[in-house]
C-alpha cells in the first residue's frame, strides 16, 4: 500500500491529508488559467504571522493508531534569484511500529517570497517503502510560469505551491462565512485552491486548549486517500492562525493530525 505521508500532512496543512473535497463540475474550469480572472484574491494583512524560528510538532494519528509524526518550520530568510524569502521545511515521518510494515522519511520546502508572499520554490525528497522521488519546482513569477524537469507551463500571477498556500492563509483576515480562492499549481497542474471559513471554537489538543477558528480546504486530491468525508483545520483565532488540529474521513479510514509542541519566536 502506498500510504504517502508526505502528501497527507501537505493536505492538510492546506493544501498537506491527500483527499479533499472535489467540487463536481470544477475540474476542467479547476485546470484552466482563466479560472480566477474574475476571482479577488485576498492579500496578506498579518503579514507578521511567522517568522523564523517557528517550530510546530504533529502527531499523525491513523484511527486509533498513532502513525507517525510531521514537523513544520519557518528554517530562515534566504536570498533566491535576488529576492528575499522565507525557507519553509516540513518533515514526516513514521513511528517505529509503523515503520516495520512502511517506513517513511519525507522532507518538503518552499520558498516563500517576504514582500509579495507567493512562491518562488517548492521541492519534495520522499522516502516511503520502496518508493524514492526528488522533485523541483521553480515559479518564474515576473514571466507566469512553472518549471521543472520535463515542463516549463503558463500559470496564474503570484501562484502558489500546496505548502506556501497555507503559510499564506496565515497572514489573511477572515470570519464565519466567508470563502476565498488562491492561485495554485502543483505537479504541473493549475487548479484554484478554494477556501471556506465554517465557525469558531474551542478546541483541546496535547499542546494546550485553543481558541480557534475552523477552514475547509477544496482542492482535486483522487487516489487511495480520495474523499470520503471533508477536511477541517483548527487555526487559532488570533494573528497568527497557528495549525493546531486536522481531522478527515478518507476511503480506508481517518487521519488526525494534533499539535503536541510549538515553538514561536518573540
Request: proline fraction near 5%.
Amino acid at each position: 500500500m502506498k500510504f504517502r505521508i508526505s502528501t497527507i500532512i501537505l493536505t492538510l496543512l492546506l493544501a498537506v491529508i491527500a483527499s479533499a473535497k472535489v467540487e463536481k463540475d470544477s475540474v476542467k474550469s479547476a485546470l484552466a488559467l482563466h479560472a480566477l480572472d474574475s476571482v479577488e484574491i485576498p492579500r496578506p494583512v498579518n503579514t507578521e504571522a511567522f517568522a523564523p524560528g517557528e517550530l510546530l510538532k504533529f502527531s499523525i494519528d491513523y484511527g486509533f493508531v498513532n502513525a507517525g509524526w510531521a514537523n513544520m518550520e519557518v528554517t530562515s530568510i534566504v536570498e533566491y534569484k535576488g529576492r528575499l524569502a522565507y525557507h519553509i521545511q516540513t518533515t514526516a515521518g513514521t513511528n517505529k511500529t509503523f515503520s516495520l510494515f512502511f517506513k517513511v522519511e519525507d522532507r518538503v520546502e518552499s520558498l516563500l517570497d517576504t514582500e509579495k508572499f507567493y512562491s518562488l520554490r517548492h521541492e519534495k525528497h520522499l522516502s516511503e517503502g520502496n518508493y524514492r522521488a526528488d522533485r523541483w519546482f521553480n515559479f518564474d513569477q515576473q514571466n507566469r510560469r512553472a518549471i521543472s524537469k520535463g515542463y516549463d507551463i503558463e500559470t496564474y500571477p503570484n501562484v502558489m505551491d500546496v505548502l506556501s498556500a497555507f503559510y499564506y492563509v496565515r497572514t489573511l483576515e477572515f470570519e464565519p462565512g466567508d470563502t476565498f480562492y488562491l492561485p495554485n499549481h502543483t505537479d504541473g497542474k493549475n487548479y484554484p485552491l478554494r477556501v471556506a471559513v465554517h465557525r469558531r471554537e474551542k478546541v483541546s489538543v496535547p499542546a494546550g486548549t485553543f481558541e480557534c477558528i475552523v477552514v475547509e480546504p477544496i482542492l482535486k486530491a483522487p487516489g487511495i486517500f480520495e474523499h470520503k468525508g471533508n477536511v477541517f483545520i483548527w487555526l487559532t483565532d488570533d494573528e497568527k492562525k497557528m495549525p493546531v488540529l486536522m481531522k478527515t474521513k478518507i476511503i480506508i479510514g481517518s487521519i488526525d493530525a494534533s499539535l503536541i509542541e510549538y515553538k514561536i519566536p518573540r
